[in-house]
């Protein structure tokens, strides 16, 4: 195998045997899941939970790289921007596969609840925790906060794409001015959102527990996952010929460097979670841990150590592994690890006594994954697939297009920039 | 005593980054060894002009980082649990948990150090005096010229043959360094 980002990259891969993949999966995963919903409802809620956090991670990770790409005005990133447009676009899609959870909050019975404050507010057994936390723990303020969280990755996501693709046909400078304009408030919007997001939809499967920290864990973990994915989009893009011109090797290193930050922050993040519970020994936070370290729940979180931080963060240490065909590998076990790290936060509650790969996930993840699949496949051949007449294209390309002053006071110098004085 | 002063390489001037770029390139395919290029800037790509291979100086850091990140675990073990034990808030004698902060800071620490001294010792820094810094027009090389130098300890020197060749690379100005 070679690498991914060699200049004289080798030929397209026939990738039409494939072609089928996405509408297969939701055929399978569907009928599956709609099978399991009617088998065993509650293992159903919280199988599709698992999937949707686990896509959610995409999208919210394909939005923030477009917003952090503006807020940087960075040259390199041009050349991925449109993947991460259509991967931010996803996240509209989410919002109709948030469906089977509200109508689960909305019509479950108490006992089939995904969220046990629910139960709760239902048989009106609130306990001290859950009454300190109104009025936001209410079902209105449940779907509220789904709404502004879906409202604003609407917005942001389509208006960062839509200035993007009117700029390939315009190529006006005041699209940029848009997209940072966009970029600039989304920022925030995105940082209280999916803060949001990962209290009202993870987090709440145990109310009773504190911790500052479950936003940007969330956070770190599914940029972190997005990263890889957009490594091995840009490699596949590049081999099957629409980024041969502008993938270089500079943008495969960048995407590995960010790699690697994440690699970092995401264990940053988890051990201080972690170390900051440990040392405070309180027990209305310690007992999220507790049980997370019962039956072989224990050799999951030693997973996470070792799998999602030690082995990428060994493997991504040397400055030229980035650049070699172990990345594609490696990003297949990114998304095993953020499943694993998903399923973790998720899953004790359903199944205290230990972790078990329920078909349910796999069906949930094969539909929800297929979906998106086709989705980010249509508007990827709907669109040019990089920003044609950005204003940073041509440095992306590493070509120099010397301002006209310059060029006058170099010939008047006697200097011929453009052959570099080899005469 | 100015008869016996020995020659230490040829230099080459040249105006744009871009001409420094194509001669390193052809003295790079041409297998010299000692020579080295001078620019008042970073130049994007001329790691590779040079041919130059991955730094060797990561291996430093990544020695000091282990050093430091074990002798932080061994030390705290060895304090609270062997040699002066005390029970503090409950916890356990030793527990990589509470021990972790002091042993990170010891990995930055003395990763950092093996990245400044490996650096010093891979560029043999140090030292007090560098032929070039005698040359008159050298001091450019912090304003607006770029310098390309082959040493006369490179196998492949001959003071004929290397002032061609680096007359072919479109430099103006090469003149002879004393040592």
Redesign the interface.
Known sequence: MSSPTNSNTPAPIDLSPWRRVPTLLIAIGGVLAAFGAFHDYKQFSYSWLLAFMFFLSLGLGGLILVILHHLFDAAWSVVIRRVCEHLACLLPIMAFMFIPIALNVLFASPEMQIYPWIKMLKTHEMDHALASKQPLFTVPSFFIVAAICFGSWWLFSNRLRYWSLQQDVTGAAVCTRMMRRYAAFGVFFFAITLTFAAIMWMKALQHEWFSTMYGVYYFAGSVWMTIFTVYVLTALLKRQGPLRPVATEKTFYFIGTLMFAFTVFYAYITFFQYFIIWNANVPEETFFYVLRERGNWFWVSMLIIFGHFFLPFLLLLRIDVKLTWLMIPLAVWAWIMHFVDMSFNIMPVLHPEGYHLDWMDLACVAFIGGVLAKMFLKSFNAHPPFPQKDPRIAETMDVYVAPDEFVQAATARGINHKSGGSH | MATTSQKYGILAE??????A???AETVRDRGFRKWDVFTPFPVHGMDKAMGIK?SKV?WFS?LGGVTGYTSGMVMIWWMNAVDYPIII???PMFSP??A??PCYELTILLGAFGALFGMLFMNRLPRLHHPLLKHRRFALATHDRFFLVIETADPKYSENETRKLLES??SKRIELVEE
Do not use: R, S
């Not at chain 2, 040249?14 to 001409?19: H, K, L």
């Open positions: 040249f105006e744009t980054p871009a001409a770029m194509h001669a991955n990561g990544f808030g409950g916890k948990f509470g972790f902060p690379t479109g």
